[in-house]
């Protein structure tokens, strides 16, 4: 791999060079609390010079058991406590102990009870009845027993802080998988992906992640072009840790880096740094850049390219997905179009050819959300309604045009228009909806209807909204065998017909419609000839 020497561009801001290496030195906090200053300062001589993972330690002292939960709420991240037992009162210590575990409900912290006076709290008693890690007379903890003590309980926290921050990570991401699509999870996803990152690696949280920045809305975020502007202009940094949380003052060296080099693992500035591309299929969506990962072995350097490559395939799921979505957009478009040139063909019999079609679309759509479908169903129903009649189309002309009433043997090849619009509709899934809707709008609640007698809710429902849609149009428009009805005599007859013709619960609801004055809007928009105003 190829070894690089960084030129630095000093800045003035605080974003540079001294303030990442001060992220190198961020200590582990040890917290002692006990009554005897001694204590103290022998404790900070034998851990002078400790350090664990490169990392020093930060001595935290408190002389009673109220001064350490004083501290404790103001040091949230102490890794260790070192904790007497008898101090303003027997139980000090131990008090201190169950407030830690059970009220601030820390359970990462290590607690080793250091005690002068065993007498007081003897040790079983205070193992099985206090969630501690350890115990220790004050006259056993010599230097060096002490600084082993120390460093196995800063050890053992940070294995649990791997563990908590593992878990952390996979919560990040599974929250951002599933919302991945919506690009506003984005964060969620990166975070995640930090997360994992920084903890695979066992290493502080001085990292951050690139994304491809474009000029278009914030979606074109996954624009997936590559990065080879040679200036950084188009860098954008999606999240970052530690020092790197203001991810607005990135020094400029660091995405020299980033831009300069694709799989680099170099030194810059006297630290060993990591800068690895994140791949969406043969482009570079972004990077993730880490520090001091000195502490890296083989093993790590593989796993970590591993999942970052893992983290590249997701955003190129995304891209298939946005493709496909695309591509269905489209193809919904085209069937929706196909249907509206089927619903004006199938009217081309009658003089109002466009407006009624669309009356029984907007009836049908508003009846549906009010009993209860989404507004996904409601807006498919309103356009398949459009397409109720279109067997009309194979019916005579001389039947379909006939200013007097229909003879019996008329009115039999009329109701075959539901058959017909089977054939023509054929067995395409897309218009699955429309034929229910043509084949069984012409049903009765009772099931004196035609063209299978259906009864109840044997009839598709989506039958039955239609049902009360165009009867009620069909009364309110001009017709070769009659005057429209004027709208209030129109609704009474559809009123009485609840229970008989129609589903008396959507009865209901077009009645609702009518009231709230949805009818007349309607109406005013998609006009009929020679309606009479609406009333009430």
Known sequence: ???????????????GTDALNQGKQTPWKLLIVDDEPDIHSVTALSLDGFRFQQRPLKIINAYSGIEARQILATEPDIAMALIDVVMESDTAGLDLVKYIRQELQNLTIRLIIRTGQ?????????IVNYDIDDYKEKTELTSQKLFSTVRSGIKSYCDLMIIQNNRAGLEYILKGAPELYRLQSLNDFF???LTQVVTLCRMNESSFITGRATLSEPSALLAFAGLTDPTYQDLQIRIGT???????????????LCLGSGDCITEMDGKKVCCLPIQAGTERFGFVYLEQIEDLTENDKSLLKLFIHQCGAAIENFRLYQNLELFNTRLTSAHEHAMDMLAVASELKDKETGNHINRIGHYSENLSKRVGQTANQSRALGLASKLHDLGKLGIPDRIIQKPDRLTADEFAVIKTHPQLSLEI???DPWFELARNVAYCHHEKWDGSGYPQGLKGEEIPLAARIVAVADVFDALT?????????????????????AGVHFDPEVVKAFLAMYHDG??????????SFHI?????
């Open 242 to 256: 530690g020092i790197f949380s203001d991810i607005t003052n990135i020094p400029d060296s660091i995405k020299e």
């Open 477 to 497: 428009s001009l017709r070769p065998y009659k005057h429209p009805w004027p709208v209030d005599k129109a609704m009474a007859e559809i009123e009485r017909c």
């Open 1 to 15: 791999m190829e070894e690089r020497k960084i030129r630095t561009i000093r800045k003035k801001n605080s974003g």
């Open 118 to 126: 065993p007498g007081m709290a003897p040790e079983r008693e205070v």
């Open 191 to 193: 975070k995640g992906i």
């Open 518 to 527: 949805e009818i007349s809007r309607i109406m005013e928009l998609f006009p």
């Open 532 to 536: 009479e105003p609406e009333k009430g």
């Open 425 to 427: 509709l054929g067995d």
